[in-house]
C-alpha cells in the first residue's frame, strides 16, 4: 500500500471528488482526516471508514478554523504528512450579472484564499514538525483557459496554479513539497449544474472520448501525488484532462 502509515488532511471531502480522494487514501493505508463545510456529513463518513478516518467541520475561508483542522489531524493521528486542498465552488454566471458586492469575493474566498489558508497553515505545522511534507491543490484546466459564466472561478484557479508554484519554491528548503491537480470534467455535483442549464449532453461532446472523466480516477492522481513515487514533481501543475486544453471541439459526430 502507497500510503501506509502516512495522515492527509482532504477539504471538500463530502464532494464529487473529496469522497473518492477519502476512498481512496483508506484504500492505500492513509489515517484522513475528512474536512468540509457540512459536519453531518463528515460525521457519516468517519462512521464508515471507522478508526481510519475522522470528521471535522471547516470553513476554508477562514484561516483560524484551518489552523485548527490541522492542529486536529495532529492531536488525532498524532502527525500529518499530507494537506489536500480540494474544496472549492463554482456558481455559473454571466460577468455581466456579477453583483460586485459578493460574487468575487465569494468564490476567490474559497477556491483562492481557502487553499492559500491551507497552504500556509500546513506550511507552518510542516516547519514546526520537522519533518517533510505534501501540500497538493485542486486546480482545473479553467485556471489555463477562458469559458463564459465563469469569471470568478478562472481567476481564482489560475491562482492556485501560482500560488502552487510560489509555495514549493519557499517551502522546498523545508523539504516540503507542492503540487496542484487540474482535472478536465469530472462528473459531481458541481459538473451536474449544467445538466440542470440544459448543457449536459454539448459538453460531453466536447470531451475527447465522450466521457466525463469519474471521481476516482482523479482520486489516483491524488494519492500517486502524495506518494514517494512522484517526489520528482513539484511546483507543478498536472492536468488530469483527458486530453481537454490540447485538443479543438470534435468536427466530425462520435462514431
Ligand atoms: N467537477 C469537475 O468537473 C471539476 C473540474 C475541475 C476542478 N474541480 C475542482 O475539484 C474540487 C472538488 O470539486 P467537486 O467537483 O468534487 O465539487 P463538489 O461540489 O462535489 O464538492 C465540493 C465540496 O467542497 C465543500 N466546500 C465548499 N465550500 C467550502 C468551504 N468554504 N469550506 C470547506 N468546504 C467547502 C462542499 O461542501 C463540497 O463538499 C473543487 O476545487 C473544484 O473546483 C472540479
Same mark, same amino acid.
Given at each position: 500500500?502507497?500510503?501506509?502509515?502516512?495522515?492527509?488532511?482532504?477539504?471538500?471531502?463530502?464532494?464529487?471528488?473529496?469522497?473518492?480522494?477519502?476512498?481512496? /487514501?483508506?484504500?492505500?493505508?492513509? %489515517?484522513?482526516?475528512?474536512?468540509?463545510?457540512?459536519?453531518? $456529513?463528515?460525521?457519516? +463518513? &468517519?462512521?464508515?471508514?471507522?478508526?481510519?478516518?475522522?470528521?471535522?467541520?471547516?470553513?476554508?475561508?477562514?484561516?483560524?478554523?484551518?489552523?485548527?483542522?490541522?492542529?486536529?489531524?495532529?492531536?488525532?493521528?498524532?502527525?500529518?504528512?499530507?494537506?489536500?486542498?480540494?474544496?472549492?465552488?463554482?456558481?455559473?454566471?454571466?460577468?455581466?450579472?456579477?453583483?460586485?458586492?459578493?460574487?468575487?469575493?465569494?468564490?476567490?474566498?474559497?477556491?483562492?484564499?481557502?487553499?492559500?489558508?491551507?497552504?500556509?497553515?500546513?506550511?507552518?505545522?510542516?516547519?514546526?514538525?520537522?519533518?517533510?511534507?505534501?501540500?497538493?491543490?485542486?486546480?482545473?484546466?479553467?485556471?489555463?483557459?477562458?469559458?463564459?459564466?465563469? /469569471?470568478?472561478?478562472?481567476?481564482? %484557479?489560475?491562482?492556485?496554479?501560482?500560488?502552487?508554484?510560489? $509555495?514549493?519554491?519557499? +517551502? &522546498?528548503?523545508?523539504?516540503?513539497?507542492?503540487?496542484?491537480?487540474?482535472?478536465?470534467?469530472?462528473?459531481?455535483?458541481?459538473?451536474?449544474?449544467?445538466?440542470?442549464?440544459?448543457?449536459?449532453?454539448?459538453?460531453?461532446?466536447?470531451?475527447?472520448?465522450?466521457?466525463?472523466?469519474?471521481?476516482?480516477?482523479?482520486?489516483?492522481?491524488?494519492?500517486?501525488?502524495?506518494?514517494?513515487?512522484?517526489?520528482?514533481?513539484?511546483?507543478?501543475?498536472?492536468?488530469?484532462?483527458?486530453?481537454?486544453?490540447?485538443?479543438?471541439?470534435?468536427?466530425?459526430?462520435?462514431?
Amino acid at each position: 500500500m502507497r500510503l501506509e502509515n502516512k495522515v492527509a488532511i482532504i477539504t471538500g471531502a463530502c464532494g464529487g471528488i473529496g469522497l473518492a480522494i477519502v476512498a481512496k /487514501f483508506v484504500a492505500e493505508g492513509a %489515517k484522513v482526516l475528512a474536512a468540509d463545510l457540512d459536519q453531518a $456529513a463528515t460525521e457519516k +463518513l &468517519a462512521e464508515q471508514y471507522d478508526g481510519q478516518v475522522k470528521g471535522f467541520a471547516v470553513d476554508v475561508t477562514d484561516y483560524a478554523q484551518v489552523e485548527a483542522m490541522v492542529e486536529m489531524a495532529v492531536t488525532h493521528f498524532g502527525t500529518v504528512d499530507v494537506v489536500i486542498n480540494n474544496a472549492g465552488v463554482a456558481i455559473a454566471k454571466m460577468l455581466l450579472d456579477h453583483d460586485p458586492a459578493q460574487d468575487f469575493d465569494m468564490i476567490t474566498g474559497v477556491n483562492q484564499k481557502g487553499v492559500y489558508h491551507g497552504i500556509l497553515a500546513a506550511g507552518r505545522k510542516f516547519r514546526a514538525l520537522g519533518k517533510p511534507g505534501v501540500i497538493l491543490n485542486t486546480s482545473s484546466i479553467y485556471g489555463q483557459m477562458a469559458a463564459e459564466m465563469t /469569471f470568478t472561478y478562472n481567476v481564482s %484557479k489560475a491562482a492556485v496554479d501560482m500560488m502552487t508554484k510560489c $509555495a514549493a519554491l519557499e +517551502l &522546498a528548503p523545508h523539504n516540503i513539497r507542492v503540487a496542484a491537480v487540474a482535472p478536465g470534467r469530472v462528473d459531481t455535483p458541481m459538473l451536474r449544474q449544467y445538466e440542470a442549464m440544459g448543457l449536459w449532453e454539448h459538453i460531453r461532446r466536447e470531451q475527447m472520448r465522450n466521457e466525463f472523466t469519474q471521481p476516482g480516477e482523479i482520486a489516483d492522481v491524488f494519492a500517486f501525488l502524495a506518494s514517494a513515487e512522484s517526489n520528482c514533481i513539484n511546483g507543478t501543475t498536472v492536468f488530469a484532462d483527458d486530453g481537454f486544453l490540447n485538443f479543438k471541439y470534435p468536427l466530425l459526430p462520435p462514431a
